[in-house]
């Protein structure tokens, strides 16, 4: 069974950068898929952020594009989110995903972790 | 404001059916993009429940469906319980300028 988990400070200062990893069990990052991130403000609706494959392949969303930074380490079989100069816009439960592709489109996110809460606050 | 357009709330009665529906345009559902959707249950992760517009994964009962047309899709929920009270999101791809990956508002189902 396909297990993600995220870890990662709880609380970030704003200005500072945010950082995430999601740690990949019972499936090889290497295997194929790419793996994604979502996240959720308290209260609101899911918004994407970016997607890896295990070459290093990325797909981001071009609202966060110019803040954003995902890698992967497939010695680790896990895969890490940087999000720079964050504000309190970007306090969120931050998710972690198996992200299909077809046809070289993204499609679905079939397995997610349990999901983090990041504040950011001084 | 979302590129897919869901209704935020529903409700139904125990037993009964309802549907959701997830509007979008001619860059995303309108242009033949398969739509997805997840249920969201109080306090976890969402969980796929349709995928390709109305493919069920393994494992979810087949009270829940799924179509598209046009430039939208809706999600049905029959036999209803107390269970299938959660917040549901639709999700599909789109080919402009906006996120590849769009996501619906999403809509509380509530059963009353």
């Known amino acids: 069974q396909v297990q993600l988990q995220e870890s990662g400070p709880g609380l970030v200062k704003p200005s500072e950068t945010l950082s995430l990893t999601c740690a990949v069990s019972?499936?090889?990052?290497?295997?194929?898929?790419?793996w994604g991130w979502i996240r959720q403000p308290p209260g609101k609706g899911l918004e994407w952020i970016g997607s890896?494959?295990?070459?290093?392949?990325?797909y981001y969303n071009p609202s966060l594009k110019s803040r954003v930074t995902i890698s992967v380490d497939t010695s680790k079989n896990q895969f890490s989110l940087k999000l720079s100069s964050v504000t309190a816009a970007d306090t969120a439960v931050y998710y972690c995903?198996?992200?299909?592709?077809?046809?070289?489109?993204?499609?679905?996110?079939?397995?997610w972790g349990q999901g983090t809460l990041v504040t950011v606050s001084s | 404001q979302s590129v897919l357009t869901q209704p935020p709330s529903v409700s139904g009665a125990p037993g009964q059916r309802v549907t959701i529906s997830c509007t979008g345009s001619?860059?995303?559902?309108?242009?033949?993009?398969?739509v997805h959707w997840y249920q969201q249950l109080p306090g976890t992760a969402p969980k796929l429940l349709i995928y390709?517009?109305?493919n069920r994964p393994s494992g979810v009962p087949d009270r829940f469906s799924g179509s598209k047309s046009g430039t939208s899709a809706s999600l049905a929920i029959t036999g209803l319980q107390a269970e299938d009270e959660a917040d549901y999101y639709c999700?599909?791809?789109?080919?402009?300028?906006?996120?590849?990956?769009?996501f619906g508002g999403g809509t509380k189902l509530t059963v009353l």
């Open positions: 890896i494959y295990h070459s290093g392949s990325t």
């Open positions: 999700q599909s791809y789109d080919s402009s300028l906006s996120a590849h990956v769009v």
């Open positions: 001619s860059s995303n559902i309108g242009a033949g993009y398969d």
């Open positions: 019972g499936y090889s990052i290497s295997s194929g898929y790419y």
């Open positions: 390709g517009n109305s």
């Open positions: 995903a198996r992200h299909l592709i077809l046809g070289g489109r993204p499609y679905y996110f079939d397995y």
